[in-house]
């Protein structure tokens, strides 16, 4: 007999805004599409416009009434994420659903994003700070639920304080799972605040467990020629329905942290199978570099100081 498909319901989103990070392939693709189903108004910000336009075409195959809008932003950019959020601030339309998915991941030698950060550490984690701080006067207007997608590689590793920016040594892998580490923190410390200062606004965390996605895929701009070995090993046990995902069960996680009205703030959502590298979502216990409130308040200041930005109320 075959195996029933994963899925979750989701409830309706008629109404509701939704600005989503990475949305123009992989697991942002499945997660844009189904919140687009749902009736959310969905915004893609995204660095490429050719390559947002034939998301939207993707996902209105699927959805043809869909309500997406591109928007222009290079999270490796402060100066883009800026005019990104400082045009979604003129629209004044308030933000219901934040979930800060985008990300690189392990170029082979240590490079930097145009304001001098180590490229994970800038686009994964401080690339979203900046956002978030930005995008803030919506999100509180809208009581916005704001999801981060982190990785089972967070499940390890630390945060070098000492060495934020690899400048002293550099580990490709290391240096991913502190990018995903201080944004898992950021997150958790982000519904902390809101509630001690009465923002409105609640924050989880998810992660998509394993699949084929492009995160490592070749990639000239991160000096990778060729796909890694891993992800042909990846796309082969997804094509088998062996132990990873596929970026449609993928994107479930992300999806049931967002929107079910079960999903609890602070926690962390992922795939239940073993090793949670694929499987039905579910809340599963934080990591262990996730745990300390004092990481993560040392984290929210000094990122704040990062991108020289103060989120209101603070």
Same mark, same amino acid.
């Given at each position: 007999?075959?195996?029933?498909?994963?899925?979750?319901?989701?409830?309706?989103?008629?109404?509701?805004?939704?600005?989503?990070?990475?949305?123009?392939?992989?697991?942002?693709?499945?997660?844009?599409?189904?919140?687009?189903?749902?009736?959310?108004?969905?915004?893609?910000?995204?660095?490429?416009?050719?390559?947002?336009?034939?998301?939207?075409?993707?996902?209105?195959?699927?959805?043809?009434?869909?309500?997406?809008?591109?928007?222009?932003?290079?999270?490796?950019?402060?100066?883009?994420?800026?005019?990104?959020?400082?045009?979604?601030?003129?629209?004044?339309?308030?933000?219901?659903?934040?979930?800060?998915?985008?990300?690189?991941?392990?170029?082979?030698?240590?490079?930097?994003?145009?304001?001098?950060?180590?490229?994970?550490?800038?686009?994964?984690?401080?690339?979203?700070?900046?956002?978030?701080?930005?995008?803030?006067?919506?999100?509180?207007?809208?009581?916005?639920?704001?999801?981060?997608?982190?990785?089972?590689?967070?499940?390890?590793?630390?945060?070098?304080?000492?060495?934020?920016?690899?400048?002293?040594?550099?580990?490709?892998?290391?240096?991913?799972?502190?990018?995903?580490?201080?944004?898992?923190?950021?997150?958790?410390?982000?519904?902390?605040?809101?509630?001690? %200062?009465?923002?409105?606004?609640?924050?989880?965390?998810?992660?998509?467990?394993?699949?084929?996605?492009?995160?490592?895929?070749?990639?000239?701009?991160?000096?990778?020629?060729?796909?890694?070995?891993?992800?042909?090993?990846?796309?082969?046990?997804?094509?088998?329905?062996?132990?990873?995902?596929?970026?449609?069960?993928?994107?479930?996680?992300?999806?049931?942290?967002?929107?079910?009205?079960?999903?609890?703030?602070?926690?962390?959502?992922?795939?239940?199978?073993?090793? %949670?590298?694929?499987?039905?979502?579910?809340?599963?216990?934080?990591?262990?570099?996730?745990?300390?409130?004092?990481?993560?308040?040392?984290?929210?200041?000094?990122?704040?100081?990062?991108?020289?930005?103060?989120?209101?109320?603070?």
């Amino acid at each position: 007999m075959a195996r029933r498909p994963l899925d979750i319901t989701l409830p309706s989103l008629t109404g509701r805004r939704a600005v989503l990070t990475g949305g123009s392939d992989g697991i942002g693709l499945q997660i844009a599409t189904r919140l687009a189903a749902a009736g959310a108004h969905v915004v893609l910000p995204v660095r490429n416009p050719d390559k947002g336009a034939k998301a939207i075409a993707t996902i209105k195959e699927t959805v043809p009434a869909a309500d997406v809008t591109l928007g222009r932003l290079d999270l490796s950019s402060l100066e883009s994420v800026a005019a990104f959020t400082q045009a979604q601030r003129d629209g004044g339309q308030p933000i219901h659903l934040l979930i800060n998915n985008a990300g690189v991941m392990t170029p082979p030698q240590r490079q930097t994003t145009i304001d001098g950060f180590e490229v994970q550490f800038g686009t994964n984690h401080l690339g979203h700070v900046a956002l978030i701080a930005g995008l803030m006067p919506l999100l509180r207007q809208g009581r916005a639920q704001v999801t981060s997608q982190v990785s089972i590689a967070a499940a390890s590793g630390h945060i070098d304080w000492d060495d934020l920016n690899a400048e002293h040594s550099y580990d490709a892998m290391a240096s991913y799972r502190q990018s995903k580490i201080a944004l898992g923190l950021f997150g958790l410390e982000l519904q902390r605040r809101s509630v001690a %200062h009465g923002w409105g606004i609640t924050s989880n965390l998810s992660h998509p467990g394993v699949a084929p996605t492009n995160l490592l895929a070749a990639r000239a701009d991160l000096g990778r020629a060729e796909e890694t070995p891993s992800r042909r090993m990846i796309a082969w046990l997804s094509a088998r329905g062996i132990l990873v995902g596929t970026p449609r069960t993928a994107a479930l996680p992300a999806l049931l942290a967002t929107t079910s009205p079960t999903a609890r703030p602070d926690a962390l959502y992922g795939p239940s199978g073993p090793g %949670h590298a694929g499987g039905a979502p579910a809340e599963q216990a934080l990591y262990r570099p996730l745990r300390s409130p004092e990481d993560a308040a040392r984290i929210w200041t000094v990122s704040q100081e990062l991108v020289e930005l103060q989120i209101a109320n603070d």
